[in-house]
């Protein structure tokens, strides 16, 4: 679970902001109301959902963007070449040139977490990793390029990971090195490796055929109740995986010859749907299910996952093809959940309700003067009370991140 993450000189990001997930003491009674939206772990109360609301081009999305660029370093760059471009680019009027940095504080079990790194387009200047084994900080690693090239002056080492120094002599200036000892088979890197790769989810698309048939086998009588929440009529849904002919033809160099359609074949999953009108009747799910009840059907697949995991999901506009309704179901199975959290952006205004989403979970994403993102919550506004109307207040401009159009130019048309 996510504790905080701070980001720095990433896309319109400039000046470093922060998301933090620690519940604030909030003594209200519209708070108490709301206090499944939270969970306590070793004592500290955390925020089960955040959303993130801003004017377009504001820079919200790049809040998530920026997540996603850092997390997918963890387990890709162990991979990279020396000719590889980090996925990101600093902030361009005034952040060339200078560092772009992570940080995030994430829980593992019971154990606490402080990872952090800085880096250029190019290179990897900086990284560090802590953890709180026993409740008291304690360094695994720092690392400092800049004091290179001796990878003993570079690295410093507490007796955590065995033998050390041989990773950091097979991690180059554009890996990470938690990428690399995990790579290497060391415990705590794997440990960190292992919950962004398996346990930070960035999005709630991406599965292959068989995982998707594993998660709908094993979740089948929750997406039905899914599906009818949704106002679906199916009943009932099979998967099983086919061998059906490729629809293109092969060239084989072994045999020198051109492979038909019928010569090769491939395991495809077939997901079979039946409706209440005739339950006899079977659908074809992939042609003849509407593209929202497929997207809604995956969607689904992975957010149920994530909640009975108590994983973290990375959502940029929540809303995007979503009825409302659909919005504030998904965030209620969050705040049902044990600890799965869900970091989103929306526009959705009708969340903006204080019987709905506490003070400290709604975030706002404002474009400052110089044209960079500034990050910050509705709980910072101390003269805000639960018991006002959020939705009006935001749309009448009292916590800034909307659009501010020119009237004038209604002269045009």
Request: proline share 1%; hydrophobic share 40%.
């Given at each position: 679970m ?24 909030l ?6 109301d709301?206090?499944?939206?939270t969970?306590?772990?070793n004592?500290?109360r955390l ?7 801003g ?6 999305s790049?809040?998530?963007?920026a997540i996603?660029?850092?997390?997918q ?11 590889t ?5 600093p902030f ?7 560092p772009?940095?992570?940080?995030i504080?994430?829980m593992i ?6 990872y952090?790194?800085?880096?250029t ?10 953890y ?6 304690k ?7 800049r004091?290179?090239?001796?990878k003993?002056?570079i ?5 955590v990971?065995?033998?050390p ?17 995990s790579?290497?088979d ?13 346990r930070f ?14 998660l709908?086998?094993s979740?089948?009588?929750?997406i ?21 002919s ?5 060239f ?14 491939k ?15 079977a659908?074809?799910?992939y042609t ?9 059907f ?22 995007m093809?979503?009825h ?5 179901y998904?965030?209620?199975l969050f ?7 869900l ?9 903006l309700n204080?019987?709905?989403l506490?003070?400290d979970q709604?975030?706002?994403v404002?474009k ?5 993102s ?13 018991n006002?109307?959020?939705?009006k ?16 130019s209604?002269?045009?048309?």
């Open positions: 996510v504790l905080e993450i701070r980001l720095g000189n990433f896309f319109s990001i400039n000046e470093e902001v922060v998301l933090d997930m620690k519940a604030a003491n003594q209200t009674k519209e708070s108490k709301l206090l499944g939206n969970f306590v772990r004592g500290e925020l089960k959902t955040v959303a993130i609301y004017a377009n081009a504001s820079g919200k790049n809040i998530i963007k996603r660029a850092c997390v370093m963890v387990f890709e760059s162990h991979n990279y070449n020396e000719n471009i980090f996925a990101f680019t361009k009027f005034g952040g060339i040139g200078k772009s940095h992570f940080y504080r994430f079990g019971d154990v606490e977490y402080e952090s790194f800085s880096l387009n190019t290179e990897i200047i900086t990284e560090d990793l802590y709180y084994p026993n409740g008291r900080k360094l695994v690693f720092a690392r400092d390029e004091r290179g090239p001796d003993k002056n690295y410093e080492f507490r007796s990971i065995r033998r120094l041989d990773v950091a002599a097979n991690t180059s200036n554009k890996t990470l090195f938690v990428s690399r000892a790579q290497m060391r415990d705590v890197a794997k440990d960190v490796f292992r919950y962004f790769n398996e989810i960035l999005n709630y698309l991406g599965y292959n055929s068989y995982s998707i048939a594993s709908l086998n979740n089948k009588d929750i039905l109740k899914v599906l009818k929440a949704a106002d679906s009529d199916i009943i009932d849904i099979q998967s099983q995986h086919e061998l059906k490729l629809t293109t033809a092969v084989d160099s072994q045999s020198n010859r051109l492979l038909s359609r019928d010569d090769i074949q395991p495809q999953l077939k997901i079979t749907t039946f409706h209440r009108n005739n339950p006899e009747v659908f074809d799910f003849e299910e509407s593209s929202g009840t497929q997207e809604f995956h969607m689904m697949l992975t957010i149920l996952n994530i909640i009975k995991n108590n994983k973290v999901l990375l959502i940029d506009e929540i809303s093809g979503l409302v309704n659909l919005v504030e998904i965030l209620n705040h049902q959940s044990e600890s799965a959290q970091i989103f952006s929306t526009h959705n205004t009708n969340l204080m019987k709905k506490r003070k709604v975030y706002f404002n400052r003067d110089d044209g960079s500034d990050l910050y919550s509705l709980f910072d506004y101390k003269d805000f009370r639960e006002m109307d959020a939705e207040a935001y749309l009448q401009g009292r916590f800034d991140a909307i659009p501010y159009i020119d009237e004038s209604n002269a045009l048309m």
